[in-house]
């Protein structure tokens, strides 16, 4: 039976929506998960948390009259569960059967296709530049962007094709402009969403470095040079070439108080360099890291905050919510920013994760090599990021 294709169950099941999950897992309250995906899916990427129990039972196990004891004594029956699939269909069904055995459940609306579809924008208390600047979290896959805004007019950096209505919205609650949307690389995890807000009317801006990789649409955007600065009201950002992660990546100083460093820095870790040319240019480019680190990044004030474009489970945010963290701060706490190069390189490229999901279609896409629908571009950026090397290795003690 396919997992989209379950029945309804002969019970009514309740069922909860992602931003209500998330709620309930932020305040810290006790949650427990049973996971009806394939195993494969489940270890790859699942909802976690200090304060989640999460359980992983494939859907098929519940198919038969007579459900195995031995799976049934994994499900506690002294709390509430909370189920969970890809999409729904088999969860319900899940929960559905656990409920006419008497267990206290429920099932999450839209599976993991709904837990990706958070988008939550926080305020950065600490930016103190011009105007108001925002960070857009999205949990399921850690990516994270910024909109700065200020007397009317407003820019987006690193903005994601699945949420381009919402940027748009905001700026219409915000009552202002949307004036540019801005790309800090050509991304291997999500697919990007500045062609689409260009085809809305905001000046879409790339990296000039990155053209070379192959972009097809470079003629019909803006392309960013090293120290070239966008005006969004009082407040400016700054292009600042960083390569390493890829040899077009390119960070910006919005108005030189946060550093937004695409998958350049993190506040856990430093990029991973084998996206683009693969582990045999991987040393090459972990040496061009390095020397970005120390001579582009590190030299800016120790206060200047520090953006990237993701975050990880290891990472701890700021008291404000956000995924940010001084300069100063990081240099402190992670090892890999104090390091001589050889050392550096060697530490990187010593532990590096898998690579992300369907990250070869990504990049064609992202380089418009590869038409994909809306729903196909969901899917493919499905899943973990990846893009920092080993989070183990590179913090201090």
């Known amino acids: 039976m396919n997992a989209d294709d379950f029945p309804t169950p002969d019970v009514d099941v309740d069922s909860v929506d992602p931003e209500s999950l998330k709620d309930r897992i932020d305040a810290g309250e006790d949650v427990t998960i049973l996971d009806a995906r394939m195993q494969s899916d489940y270890d790859e990427w699942r909802i976690d948390g200090e304060n989640v129990t999460s359980i992983n039972v494939p859907y098929f196990e519940f198919l038969e009259d007579e459900i195995d004891d031995d799976v049934l004594d994994r499900i506690p029956d002294d709390r509430e569960v909370t189920v969970l699939c890809a999409k729904g269909g088999a969860s319900e069904y899940v929960a559905g059967t656990l409920a006419e055995r008497g267990y206290d459940v429920d099932h999450l609306e839209d599976g993991m296709n709904g837990w990706a579809s958070i988008y939550e924008a926080v305020e950065v208390d600490r930016y103190d530049g011009a105007g108001t600047l925002l960070q857009y979290q999205r949990p399921s896959s850690g990516c994270l962007g910024y909109l700065l805004y200020d007397d009317g007019e407003a820019a987006i950096i690193d903005p994601l094709r699945a949420f381009t209505d919402r940027y748009l919205d905001d700026a219409d609650d915000l009552g202002v402009d949307l004036t540019y949307a801005i790309d800090t690389h050509v991304h291997a995890d999500h697919i990007s969403g500045v062609r689409d807000l260009d085809a809305e009317g905001v000046e879409g801006v790339i990296p000039d470095a990155a053209v070379d990789r192959g972009v097809t649409y470079a003629d019909e955007l803006t392309t960013a040079e090293d120290g070239d600065t966008f005006e969004v009201g009082d407040a400016a950002i700054e292009t600042v070439y960083t390569p390493g992660h890829t040899t077009g990546m390119t960070s910006y100083l919005v108005d030189e108080s946060l550093l ?138």
């Not at 240099?331 to 530490?347: C, G, I, R």
């Not at 896409?365 to 090397?389: H, I, K, R, Y």
């Open 260 to 397: 937004a460093t695409g998958d350049g820095l993190f506040i856990e870790s430093v990029a991973r360099p084998d996206l683009e040319e693969g582990d045999d240019g991987a040393p090459d480019a972990a040496r061009m890291l390095y020397e970005s680190l120390q001579e582009r990044v590190l030299t800016l004030p120790d206060d200047t905050l520090i953006g990237g474009a993701h975050f990880s489970d290891a990472a701890v945010p700021a008291d404000d919510g956000t995924y940010t963290a001084p300069i100063g701060e990081l240099v402190e706490e992670m090892d890999a920013l104090t390091m001589e190069e050889d050392d550096f390189v060697e530490l990187i490229l010593s532990d590096m994760p898998p690579r992300p999901a369907n990250y070869e279609d990504i990049i064609a896409t992202n380089l418009g090599q590869n038409a994909v629908d809306d729903e196909e571009a969901f899917t493919l950026e499905l899943g973990p990021n990846n893009c920092a090397a080993s989070q183990d290795s590179l913090a201090g003690d």
